[in-house]
């Protein structure tokens, strides 16, 4: 994991709970015990924080990290996707219903949205492309590498 050198400036946390998000951002399982003792608080009062930044919205929520290559889904994919014969909110219904499609970014150039696909072959990815070509225009590039480890954010 790695720490962003910028800073950020929000009155809202303190340092305890920026440690606490640091802690979480770096293993969402670590004990809330571990927590405490790592930034010097008890368990109570890093189980009210934890409560609070949820509820205030700073912590959206707890995801896991799964291995696509071990599931047989081999086939990572960015599409640039621009919507010509839909509208925007309908190309969103529509992505939003397919399951290949793990995340998507509505963006700024020539095309209006990048969308992350996975599949487990390109006869998967050739009929993906086929459906969205329906009603637009795609670019697609085969992911070869990447870094999927999450970058915490700090105060620092």
């Known amino acids: ?3 962003m050198a ?13 440690k606490i998000l640091q802690e979480l951002q770096m293993n969402a399982r670590i004990t809330i015990v571990e927590i405490g003792k790592r930034i ?6 890093v189980a009210e924080r934890i409560k609070k930044l949820e509820e205030e919205g700073y912590i959206k ?7 696509y290559d071990k599931l047989g889904l081999s086939v990572p994919v960015l599409i640039h996707y ?6 925007h909110s309908d190309m969103i219904k529509m992505v939003d219903k397919m399951p290949e499609v793990m995340e998507w970014y509505g963006i700024t150039g ?9 599949v487990a072959s390109t006869k998967e ?4 492309i086929e459906r969205l070509q329906e009603f637009g225009e795609t670019s697609t590039s085969i992911i070869l590498s990447s870094n999927t480890d999450a970058k915490v954010v700090s105060k620092k």
């Not at 929520?61 to 291995?67: A, F, I, K, L, P």
């Not at 020539?110 to 996975?118: A, D, F, G």
């Open 82 to 87: 621009k919507a010509t014969k839909i509208s």
């Open 125 to 128: 990815l050739e009929n993906i």
């Open 6 to 18: 910028k800073e950020l400036v929000n009155k809202g946390l303190d340092d305890f709970n920026w």
């Open 61 to 67: 929520g707890y995801r896991t990290v799964v291995d």
């Open 1 to 3: 994991m790695f720490i």
């Open 40 to 45: 010097g608080l008890s368990a109570p009062a």
């Open 110 to 118: 020539t095309h209006c949205s990048m969308l992350k696909v996975i």
